[in-house]
């Protein structure tokens, strides 16, 4: 029987990447809106490869970015694993989101619907992007390999969504 995954809001995360920094996030939330799933900030600041973590001092960090995933499928691959909890998980009320409902991601910029939102309440629609939701993180749920690259790269491995 497979070992049974318990992810609790505060869980601190460690991601290795290519063998060469250690970058954390932090699992902060769960969006109602988005299909219950899981929120997480993804800190800025790349660590060596044998640094210790300190919780208290990466949930100090600045946020490079906010995302949906599914926590357990990276647990359960070994792409991320808990170093620890904090009970500073930021202010997710403060958490703002966005998605379009048409067109596909090479044109992102050319849609007419697009909507927002703050974790657990409505969207809102406000058609073509303004200037006020262009800051706001992409609100899809990302499988584990967008996130890693986006960690990498800055942006989301989205074309394998097409």
């Known amino acids: 029987m497979a070992k049974r995954i318990v992810t609790k809001i505060g869980y601190v995360f460690c991601v290795e990447v ?3 920094y250690k970058c954390f996030f ?3 939330a769960n969006d109602l809106t988005q299909l219950n799933s899981s ?4 800190f800025k600041m790349h660590y060596s490869m044998d ?18 995933t599914i926590l357990k ?3 359960q691959d070994g792409v991320w694993y808990k170093v620890g909890k904090s009970k500073n998980v930021g202010e997710p009320d403060k958490i ?3 998605l379009f409902s048409e067109g596909n991601f090479n044109n992102m910029t050319k849609s007419f619907r697009w909507y ?3 974790i657990n309440q409505k969207r809102i629609f406000v058609g073509e992007q303004t200037d006020e939701i262009r800051d706001y993180d992409l609100g899809w749920i990302f499988p584990y390999n967008s996130i890693i690259c986006k960690i990498k790269t800055g942006h989301f491995a989205i074309r394998e969504l097409e």
């Open 51 to 68: 640094y210790v973590p300190d919780i208290e001092k990466i949930v100090q960090d600045e946020v490079s970015f906010y995302a949906h």
């Open 26 to 28: 932090q699992y902060v």
């Open 73 to 75: 499928l990276g647990i």
């Open 39 to 42: 929120v997480i900030r993804v």
């Open 116 to 118: 927002y939102w703050p």
């Open 18 to 20: 290519d063998n060469q």
């Open 96 to 98: 703002m989101f966005k």
